[in-house]
């Protein structure tokens, strides 16, 4: 028995190593032909900063049992800062050319990761503030009220005593990009990898603790509203960084890209991927990103043997996609990963299921 | 023998109001250092709602609650299990989907010394280990070291009220409060539930306040007995004091049929 | 700002909050019953006004006006069946996540059906009339709108209160376990509730977008969560709670445009729900609870 563990150890270790370097393999190629490859560069750095999200999405959701929908709000203010940050200087005449800029940020200027880091601990400051509040509500009102609180920043952003600093509804231009896709896998390697640290640590059990029962978490000497403070706090710092990654990979950002709906895209990843799973939702937002470009074909006309079918035209692949979400939500409620997490075994077991399942057939 | 009678849990007077309703009516009782105390009553007489107010659940709406001469009006339920009061629930609070290695090991965090950023960054390996150790030697003592990778939820019953006082013990009470812990179980469980009561009364240096319906269980164990109805407080004293006593017998007989 | 300005900015206040009263009665009503914010009630209320667009093209208003009400009805019900009656003994965070999933849905779909640019909305005969009493001139609807809202809320309280279904309704928001014990059908009153605030969502429609004059594929959600903030401020499950919530936030936004916040009026909506959080968790109306150990 002991000799098989070993065993599997080693084996377990062998595959993570060929898994890294499967993926690096991949990133180096694509980076090497970044020409050829602009699309699917995009497609993967995408899913990367919605995994991000998604995970920091999962921490307060899944993990501690609160149903907040504000990320797009810390997103929106990790993006400006950041954008404000890395506008290089030379720059900012141009982008701020309608209403000019604030005195105060017109040299303010920060290097990238520094700039991101600002802007995570921008939008944990503010989720500090905002959870005082509405951490105290019970589960729909704490959805209603944080949803309430990103369209409030949102507006704030939009508002026009703010355009010498957010630029209005003119939104921010010129915002540096990455300088290779393997910024964004460090970014996103070391900002998931945090949040399992944590999930896995003393404290992500209280997390967890609160989410299968507060009146029995309290008795056990867990402070609720710390514990939750927490939770939301540290999530809210995270999307605040992938806010500030997805300024940075759009080059241009406005008030407009951080509408409920974009929350409500994270909140999909994670439902898809399993409320729960840190996994199952860095899955989710790889099949949901990917999944929308590859649905697109839905969206061009096509004629079959000349006759063209009506129904293929712009809109019909967010309605399968939207469809697709359905089912899954009321047929699969675990998504792809319950609340497991990828692990060799889980693979090869399902290898091994399936194939006993085929076997079973044939006979 | 030293015969000098400390203090643990004291009540004085305590009322709790829910709107209209007087759920508790000027209740005031004692619980010494070392003692097993049983609190009975009929159905709806009020007895959650002492504990609840004991625990914090309830601010009550007039008197005091103290713990070693400590006065706990205000305190959060949290820091009232920080000062050394532990319980168990009358339908079993355990955290369901974790395992029963991790609830026990939740509690054990309450006397931690560390931090959100020590404990991600794994600094706390000492702190950690500690826990881990404590919990195993826990686990081992209550005989739920072979379960210990099983989901909380998947025990049998009988288990699952074990696995909670466990949990309770883990936060290091001095004082532990059961809320009906024999129920549900049948003749043979509930003698070993006696037996296990003493058994970590002696052990862990505990006191015990109990709420418990099985009056094989709390006649043979409890050294006093405090009798609760429609709120008040009808008798107390010793087991056999409460078996003669006519208003006991009343509120039983008279008052409700399933006692 | 002179008194007749003023008065004017007031109807158009008041007109506006009995649209979102209608509306917020929906809300009140499913969550009363179903501890569920219905997020698709706000796609609902614009898949209503599509309906009404297409009906009016091709029919006279009078038959066009109860068929958009049926339609959208039978919309609402369907998918109460469709995605959230199989959720019935799931999380509440599942059904909820379902209630986001059909929203989104409905949004989609009418952007592929009917493209994402603004559709104008029809006329209804003699709603758009203009009316001048001394120095304020406002269509009919602006009128009419207050006095059909107070009109419907009567008709719904007495419906509730003396009716066996309204006290079905009752019994299953208070406690539905018992209330199914009790030989009451879940299923029949909980299609009923949702078929009552699909239609009072319709005739909100109507009157939101006579004012407003086009619909498009989002034109439901941020209304729709306005609606639901003003269900909170009255007190969730509270009808006459709804329709002050609804006049409140009506009037509070049409003031903030008025003084030249437009920027903010959606804003303000969320700072009302947060202060109401804070202050009176349970709304104006709203009955307390204790949680049970």
Not at chain 1, 170 to 182: R, T
Not at chain 1, 223 to 248: D, P, Q, R, W, Y
Not at chain 2, 211 to 238: C, P, T, W
Request: hydrophobic share 50%.
């Amino acid at each position: 028995m002991k000799y098989d563990f070993s065993r599997k150890k080693k084996r377990d270790a062998v595959l993570d190593l060929l898994l890294i370097a499967v993926v690096l393999g991949i990133c180096g190629f694509l980076e090497a032909n970044k020409y050829n490859y602009s699309y699917a560069i995009s497609i993967i750095e995408r899913s990367m900063i919605y995994a991000v999200v998604a995970v920091s999405m999962n921490l307060v959701n899944g993990f501690t049992g609160l149903f907040s929908l504000g990320q797009a709000g810390f997103m929106a203010l990790g993006a400006y800062v950041t954008a404000i940050l890395t506008i290089p200087v030379s720059q900012r005449p141009s982008v701020y050319y309608i209403s000019g800029i604030n005195p105060l940020i017109a040299n303010l200027s920060a290097p990238i990761t520094l700039a991101l880091i600002l802007g995570g601990l921008v939008a944990a400051a503010c989720a500090a503030l905002i959870g005082i509040p509405v951490l105290r509500l019970k589960s729909d009102y704490l959805a209603i009220a944080t949803l309430g609180f990103a369209e409030i920043i949102r507006a704030l952003i939009a508002a026009p005593m703010m355009d010498t600093i957010t630029n209005g509804s003119y939104g921010l231009k010129s915002i540096p990009g990455f300088s290779s896709i393997f910024q964004v896998l460090i970014l996103t390697v070391v900002s998931i990898g945090l949040m399992v640290l944590l999930i896995n640590s003393s404290y992500g059990r209280m997390f967890k603790a609160v989410r299968e029962d507060e009146i029995a978490a309290e008795a056990m000497g867990i402070n609720l509203f710390h514990t939750k403070e927490l939770s939301f706090v540290i999530s809210s710092f995270f999307a605040g960084i992938s806010g500030g990654m997805l300024a940075m990979f759009m080059r241009s950002i406005d008030s407009k890209t951080f509408q409920v709906s974009l929350t409500y895209d994270i909140l999909l990843i994670v439902v898809i991927g399993g409320i729960g799973s840190v996994t199952g939702s860095v899955l989710g937002a790889f099949v949901v990103t990917a999944g929308r470009e590859l649905l697109r074909f839905f969206d061009e006309p096509l004629t079959v043997a000349g006759v063209s079918i009506p129904l293929f035209r712009p809109g019909f692949r967010m309605v399968i996609f939207s469809i697709l979400l359905m089912v899954v939500v009321l047929f699969y409620s675990r998504g792809l990963m319950g609340t497991n997490e990828f692990s060799w075994d889980g693979i090869f077991g399902f290898f091994r299921r399936k194939r006993k399942a085929v076997k079973a057939e044939g006979r | 023998m030293n015969e000098v009678k400390e203090n643990v849990l004291k009540m004085e007077n305590v009322v709790m109001q829910f709107g209209g309703v007087t759920a508790i009516d000027g209740l005031s009782l004692e619980v010494n250092r070392g003692e097993i105390v049983a609190l009975i009553g009929p159905n709806g007489a009020g007895k959650t709602t002492a504990f609840n107010c004991i625990t914090g659940i309830y601010q009550p709406t007039s008197g005091v609650v103290s713990f070693k001469g400590e006065n706990l009006k205000g305190k959060s339920p949290d820091c009232i299990t920080r000062l050394g009061i532990a319980r168990t629930f009358q339908n079993i609070r355990l955290f369901s989907n974790l395992t029963v290695f991790d609830n026990v090991l939740i509690a054990k965090h309450l006397r931690a010394h560390d931090n959100v950023f020590t404990a991600t960054l794994r600094l706390n390996l000492k702190e950690e280990d500690r826990m881990r150790r404590e919990t195993e030697k826990l686990l081992r003592e209550q005989d739920l070291y072979e379960l210990k990778d099983e989901i909380a939820s998947s025990l049998p019953y009988g288990l699952q009220r074990r696995l909670e006082i466990a949990r309770a013990l883990a936060t290091s009470p001095e004082l532990l409060l059961l809320d009906e812990p024999a129920a549900g179980m049948n003749p043979q469980e509930t003698q070993e539930l006696t037996d296990f009561i003493v058994k970590i009364r002696d052990q862990y240096h505990l006191t015990v306040f109990m709420i418990e319906h099985h009056m094989d269980l709390v006649m043979q164990i409890s050294e006093r007995i405090y009798v609760l109805n429609f709120g008040k407080l009808i008798a107390q004293g010793s087991s056999e004091e409460i078996q003669n006593n006519p208003e006991v017998i009343e509120a039983y007989l008279g008052g409700s049929e399933d006692a | 700002m002179s008194l007749t300005t003023f008065l004017q900015q007031c109807l158009t206040g008041i007109s506006l909050g009995g649209a979102y009263a209608l509306i917020a009665i929906g809300y009140t009503m499913v969550y009363g019953i179903l501890r569920l914010i219905n997020f698709a009630h706000g796609d609902i209320f614009m898949m209503a006004g599509y309906f009404m667009i297409f009906a009016m093209a091709s029919m006279p208003w009078f038959i066009a006006v109860p068929f958009v009400l049926l339609v959208t009805t039978v919309l609402g019900v369907g998918i109460e069946r469709v995605a959230y009656k199989p959720l019935r003994s799931a999380p509440r965070m599942s059904v909820m996540i379902s209630a986001i999933g059909v929203s989104y849905l409905l949004q989609n779909l009418a952007t592929y059906l009917f493209t994402a640019l603004p559709m104008a909305y029809p006329e209804i005969p003699g709603l758009k009339k203009i009316f001048k009493i001394g120095g304020l001139s406002a269509s009919f609807v602006t009128f009419f709108t207050p006095v059909l809202t107070i009109v419907l809320v009567y008709l719904l309280i007495t419906l509730i209160h003396h009716t066996k279904m309204g006290m079905a309704m009752r019994a299953v928001s208070k406690d539905y376990e018992t209330a199914a014990l009790m030989g009451i059908d879940i299923n029949r009153t909980i299609s009923f509730t949702f078929a009552i605030g699909s239609l009072l969502a319709a005739i909100g429609s109507i009157l939101y977008f006579t004012d407003r004059m086009t619909v498009f594929p989002f034109s439901g959600s941020l209304p729709g969560l306005k609606c639901f903030v003003a269900a909170v401020f009255g007190g969730i499950g509270s009808i006459p709670g709804a329709v002050v919530g609804g006049f409140v936030l009506g009037m509070g936004e049409t003031a903030l445009v008025a003084a030249g916040y437009s920027t903010f009026s959606d804003a303000f909506t969320f700072v009302v729900l947060i202060i109401i959080l804070l202050v009176r968790p349970t709304g104006l109306f709203g009955e307390k609870t204790t949680n049970k150990v």
